[in-house]
């Protein structure tokens, strides 16, 4: 009898549906297109109220010879690179997207966990870029 719950349980688990994949283009436009603009571009609607205006996220390659930088990228998502922009008013989205589940080589080799939700965005910003 044992046997069989052990057995159902396994099959259960192996039948259950596959967490979905945070679409970047849908969180982009609910958490970050306020400032930064639909197209990305630094001018959305709280851009004028704000001291520092936001960055042109579609030139990001560009101002990084030609390559986007994912690691960098994700530290400004997440909130780390406070301590070197103290006036900017870019949210720590660490703190609300903060479940790091996504194993992602950033550039270095090294395997960095990151949000689901944060890579989505980042990836999206990549899709993005202008030459």
Known sequence: MRYLAF??????AGCAPEPETPDGAR?????CA?????????????ATELAVRPADLTQISA????????????STIDGFHRTRLPE?????WGLIFSDP???????????TPVSPEML???QYL??????
């Open 7 to 12: 057995l159902a349980a396994v099959l259960a």
């Open 27 to 31: 969180l982009f436009a609910e958490n």
């Open 34 to 46: 306020g400032c930064h603009g639909a197209d990305a571009k630094g001018r959305g609607q709280a």
């Open 63 to 74: 101002r990084n010879g030609g390559l986007f930088p994912m690691a960098e990228v994700l």
């Open 88 to 92: 900017s008013a870019m949210p720590e």
């Open 101 to 111: 589940t996504e194993l992602v080589d950033v550039g270095d080799g090294v395997m």
């Open 120 to 122: 989505a965005i980042a």
């Open 126 to 131: 990549e899709a993005l870029q202008e030459e």
